[in-house]
């Protein structure tokens, strides 16, 4: 463990209650998603009991990751608008992925990436929650007429999957850059850390100070 001097919080208490249960929302919608979407997976229903459970519970869990994607859109947006110097960033993906990131630009509190992965994810879970609630029986289902559900069934299995790659992106990047998980654990990231991957959010700490981490 890094001594406390070492270390700058990078994730409040909220933050990281709100994250870890939109992860938890997340791994029990895309499991029980994968169950009803392929027969041969049907058995993945299990993780809520039966399958008339699990019909209740994944709407459910989906909610519990809606709201804690609204505190994080909350707490994060705005730190994830564009700004100049990204456009660099992508052009050189290879040098940065060689961990020369700080040959290329000096990154502020999340690098260009995380910030197109943060708008693909909000983006999706809004297109997952309007074609949900459209087709959740037996509370709203019966008011739409059935091609439209039928659309809103096709289209969220689509996001669902392509949600699904996004947070196996989102999860190997987090352990690929070291020391960022325990973030997201501790609340904490060392300063070394800080300095090699965010230093301009770094260097804004010490004169801002850090509202809102
Ligand atoms: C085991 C699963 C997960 C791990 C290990 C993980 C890890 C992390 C870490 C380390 C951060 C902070 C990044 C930083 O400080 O630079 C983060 C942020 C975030 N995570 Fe996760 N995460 C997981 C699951 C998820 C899921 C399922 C979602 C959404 C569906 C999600 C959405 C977010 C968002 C929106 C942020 C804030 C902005 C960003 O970094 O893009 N995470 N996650």
């Known amino acids: 463990m890094a001594n406390q001097k070492d270390v700058v919080l990078r994730h409040s208490y909220p933050a990281r209650v709100a994250h870890w249960l ?3 929302g997340f791994f029990m919608v ?3 998603g994968l169950g009803f979407f ?4 049907h058995w993945l229903l299990g993780i809520m009991g039966t399958p008339q459970l699990a019909q209740f ?3 459910v869990f989906g909610i519990v990751m809606v709201l804690g994607l609204v505190v994080l859109f909350l707490r994060n947006a705005p730190h994830c608008l564009p700004e100049k110097g990204d456009g660099k960033w992508f052009q050189h993906t290879a040098d940065i992925l060689k961990g020369n990131e700080h040959h290329v630009v000096e990154v502020g509190h999340y690098n260009p990436g995380q910030k197109m992965l943060f708008w693909k994810i909000m983006g999706l879970t809004l297109l997952l929650l309007i074609t949900g609630l459209i087709a959740w029986r037996p509370y709203f289902a019966d008011l739409f007429p059935i091609p439209l559900l039928r659309l809103a069934l096709v289209l969220h299995s689509v996001c669902g999957i392509l949600m699904m790659f996004l947070v196996i992106v989102h999860i190997y990047m987090g352990f690929w850059y070291k020391g960022t998980v325990r973030g997201m ?5 060392t300063r070394s850390w800080a ?3 965010h230093p301009r959010w770094l260097r804004e700490l010490a004169t801002k ?3 809102n981490p």
């Not at 392929?38 to 997976?41: H, Q, R, Y």
């Not at 654990?185 to 990231?189: A, E, M, N, P, R």
Request: glycine share 8%; charged share 10%; net charge positive.
């Open 22 to 24: 939109t992860a938890l």
């Open 30 to 32: 895309a499991v029980s």
């Open 38 to 41: 392929f027969p041969s997976l």
């Open 57 to 59: 519970l994944h709407p």
């Open 185 to 189: 654990l501790y609340g904490t990231v």
């Open 195 to 197: 300095k090699k991957h």
């Open 209 to 211: 100070g850090n509202k």
